[in-house]
T-cell receptor, first 112, second 113 residues
Framework: NAGVTQTPKFQVLKTGQSMTLQCAQD?????MYWYRQDPGMGLRLIYY???????DKGEVPNGYNVSRLNKREFSLRLESAAPSQTSVYFC???????????FGPGTRLTVT | AQSVSQHNHHVILSEAASLELGCNYS??????LFWYVQYPGQHLQLLLK????DPLVKGIKGFEAEFIKSKFSFNLRKPSVQWSDTAEYFC???????????WGAGTKLIIKP
């Protein structure tokens, strides 16, 4: 099992550009999450999906959209990137009824 | 709003020293508690967790944590650290039956060889 995979690993964008971060898991988990990690702030939840076909906002959803394409895949889209979105983005998944989250390797995004 | 506090943002120790990293949360109800670790260049992985029962829980690599309900704390300990323990450590909490994790800011641990 690959677990949780994310692409790309690194990305540099100019302000105003758009991009989609991809996440996939092969553990048959129902719930998936997108976080951003900033120095001194821990992880903050952007969006989550409790099950296929549902998505909900987390703590910091502004400037982002998500799609739960199927049970395996959960993508995060930045429509118009801003320097404040420079961060490391992590995708995670968990089985329904289980609190343990499994994380992907992260995407380091820089917006200039 | 509920929060998780990790008191030390950076800790530097020598090998064989004892370690204790503090974690406090602000919520009076039922909690589930976690410590995650992020080694340099790697993704987050679970170190240990507490749901119920014995408040002293043991995790991987010789780590343990103690849940003290009266102090709203879940401190991480290791009696003798190794250079390979250099990493960032995150405390996280779920409240009641909510599966969303609330994260502390993290503690960067550097072990000098």
């Amino acid at each position: 099992n690959a677990g949780v995979t994310q692409t790309p690993k690194f990305q540099v964008l100019k302000t105003g550009q758009s991009m989609t971060l991809q996440c996939a898991q092969d553990m048959n988990h129902n719930s998936m999450y997108w976080y951003r990690q900033d120095p001194g702030m821990g992880l903050r939840l952007i969006y989550y999906s409790a099950s296929e076909g549902t998505t909900d906002k987390g703590e910091v959803p502004n400037g982002y959209n998500v799609s739960r394409l199927n049970k395996r895949e959960f993508s995060l889209r930045l429509e118009s990137a801003a320097p404040s979105q420079t961060s490391v983005y992590f995708c995670a998944s968990t089985r329904t009824g289980n609190y343990e989250q499994y994380f992907g390797p992260g995407t380091r995004l820089t917006v200039t | 709003a509920q929060s998780v506090s990790q008191h030390n943002h950076h800790v530097i120790l020598s090998e064989a020293a004892s370690l204790e990293l503090g974690c406090n949360y602000s919520y009076g109800g039922t909690v589930n508690l976690f410590w995650y670790v992020q080694y340099p260049g790697q993704h987050l992985q679970l170190l240990l967790k507490y749901f119920s029962g014995d408040p002293l829980v043991k995790g991987i690599k010789g780590f343990e944590a103690e849940f003290i309900k009266s102090k709203f704390s879940f401190n991480l300990r290791k009696p003798s650290v190794q250079w390979s323990d250099t990493a960032e450590y995150f405390c996280a909490v779920t409240l009641d039956s909510n599966y969303q994790l609330i994260w502390g800011a993290g503690t960067k641990l550097i072990i000098k060889p």
